[in-house]
T-cell receptor, first 109, second 115 residues
Framework: DAKTTQPNSMESNEEEPVHLPCNHS???????IHWYRQLPSQGPEYVIH?????VNNRMASLAIAEDRKSSTLILHRATLRDAAVYYC??????????WGAGTKLIIKP | EAQVTQNPRYLITVTGKKLTVTCSQN?????MSWYRQDPGLGLRQIYY???????DKGDVPEGYKVSRKEKRNFPLILESPSPNQTSLYFC??????????????FGPGTRLTVT
């Protein structure tokens, strides 16, 4: 199963951009890269996903390396409400998402 | 409002007393699944369902049962709960199996304690 590696935690200042890295060196050619986040005391929520090209939506941007072995979730202007655990996830052979421990993002006012 | 609902949100029970956690979605999603979340272990899938009457085991199915008799409902059944099933449980749904473009929608969670 393809796995991902993320830092355990990161800190950022409010209203500054945040770059959350993810390594997935065993990714296969057809695996999509998904990002979810989990705010305190809530269920996970979808953030963004991509295959090869960089992706943008109202929440974030996803930058995918040319060799697809790593990706970066970009929050352009972090707010206190963005404090959460961010999960970088790949799909396994059975189309299921394999969740790791994620990165706990701490936003400092 | 599109949502996944779970009931109850909190449950304390004793070992061996059968319980059911309900899950319902109002988005006409085909795919539904159950996860448990334990500290330091992330989310682990218990069971999933591709459609009505189609269910399959996830990574940690032991001690759990599910059924999918209607498209909108996917209850999780613990026939004889044990303390190691104390956990935070999430139900999720998506338009189709999460192979490519389909995001999963998660419920608010059910915190279960088995004493």
């Amino acid at each position: 199963d393809a796995k991902t590696t993320q830092p355990n935690s990161m800190e950022s200042n409010e209203e500054e951009p945040v770059h959350l890295p993810c390594n997935h060196s065993t990714i296969s050619g057809t695996d999509y890269i998904h990002w979810y986040r989990q705010l305190p005391s809530q269920g996970p929520e979808y953030v963004i996903h991509g295959l090869t090209s960089n992706v943008n939506n109202r929440m974030a941007s996803l930058a995918i390396a040319e060799d697809r072995k790593s990706s970066t979730l970009i929050l352009h202007r972090a707010t206190l409400r963005d404090a959460a655990v961010y999960y970088c996830i790949l799909r396994d052979l059975h189309y299921q998402l394999i969740w790791g421990a994620g990165t706990k993002l701490i936003i400092k006012p | 409002e599109a949502q996944v609902t779970q009931n109850p949100r909190y449950l304390i029970t004793v070992t061996g007393k059968k319980l059911t956690v309900t899950c319902s979605q109002n988005m006409n999603h085909e795919y539904m699944s159950w996860y448990r979340q334990d500290p330091g272990l992330g989310l682990r899938q218990i069971y999933y369902s591709m459609n009505v009457e189609v269910t399959d085991k996830g990574d940690v199915p032991e001690g759990y049962k599910v059924s999918r008799k209607e498209k909108r409902n996917f209850p999780l059944i613990l026939e004889s709960p044990s303390p190691n099933q104390t956990s935070l449980y999430f139900c999720a749904s998506s338009l189709a199996p999460v192979a490519e473009d389909y995001e999963q929608y998660f419920g608010p969670g059910t915190r279960l304690t088995v004493t």
